[in-house]
């Protein structure tokens, strides 16, 4: 039985009758994620006829685009000569840095994540306090941020059964991913603290607060700056600060 034949990436997929997806990889990775971003930059700054919305994700955009302005083979084409120009995917992002209040109320997994890798609750505090996350996808619900380099000693599957609420500003933990709430609701994620910082505010002039692509850097707090934080925040402050790279 011969193997199937191999995948050459870029590649386009047809997504109905207005839209086609970029995949650029079938694995997550910040490689991957640069050349979506990339792509995603130069039809924002030079937009082709025809084009209605883009929606970036882990490793493909998917484009949509009027039927009545352009064909779908001539849009394919458009978008593979942008996806060859690969240099502009280094182009870089924001970097910020966010309070966090570990433990908590908010933190229902943290003692036993603990317990799970054979840890000090201080031990997986430290671990996910030292790494820099990179946001790879904004999605789920308004501002909801997946994000990439949690420590590997740190992947942890999701809980087989969801929570039905878990309040906005949670940083949970996911397979090999964090993230961070933007509005309360169900989740299966693991939660081991809490950010004041709104990700989404709709009274906002800019209602996102992170985009794809950005970088975060955790700070821990307590719990007394924290409240303190959560009124400035409730005030419509923006209470994370960005840093130089």
């Known amino acids: 039985m011969s ?12 997504a109905g009758d207005r839209a086609v997806t970029v995949e650029f990889s079938n694995t997550i990775d910040e490689t991957s994620n640069r050349l979506v971003l990339a792509l995603d930059a130069s039809l924002s700054t030079e937009p082709p006829a025809g084009l209605l919305e883009t929606v970036p994700t882990y490793r493909s955009l ?6 009545q302005v352009v064909r779908g083979s001539v849009m394919a084409t458009e978008l593979m000569q942008r ?32 317990r799970k890798k054979e840890l000090s ?9 030292g790494a820099e996350y990179r946001v790879y996808m904004i999605g789920f619900s308004p501002g909801f941020a997946y994000l ?6 740190l992947h942890t599957p999701r809980l087989a059964v969801p929570r039905q609420r878990i309040e906005a500003g949670a940083v949970g933990i996911g397979g090999k991913q964090s993230s961070i709430n933007s509005l309360p609701g169900p989740s299966g994620w693991r939660f081991i603290g809490r950010t004041p910082a709104k990700l989404f505010d709709a009274k906002r002039d800019v209602p996102f607060l992170l ?33 130089a790279p």
Not at 87 to 98: C, S, V, Y
Not at 121 to 128: G, P, T, W
Not at 148 to 153: A, D, S, T, V, Y
Not at 212 to 241: H, N, P, S, T
């Open 3 to 14: 193997n199937p034949p191999e995948i050459s990436y870029p590649r386009i997929i047809r």
């Open 62 to 67: 998917t484009v949509i685009y009027d039927p």
């Open 83 to 114: 996806a060859a120009l690969k240099g502009a995917a280094d182009m870089g992002g924001r970097i910020f840095e966010f309070p966090i209040v570990y433990g908590g109320e908010h933190a229902a997994d943290l003692d036993d994540l603990a």
């Open 121 to 129: 609750v201080e031990d997986i505090i430290r671990l996910h306090l």
């Open 148 to 153: 990439g380099g949690l420590p590997e000693i």
């Open 211 to 243: 985009v794809a692509g950005d970088r975060i850097r955790f700070r821990r707090i307590e719990a007394d700056q924290a409240a303190d934080l959560d009124q400035r925040a409730a005030k419509g402050d923006v209470i994370v600060r960005e840093i």
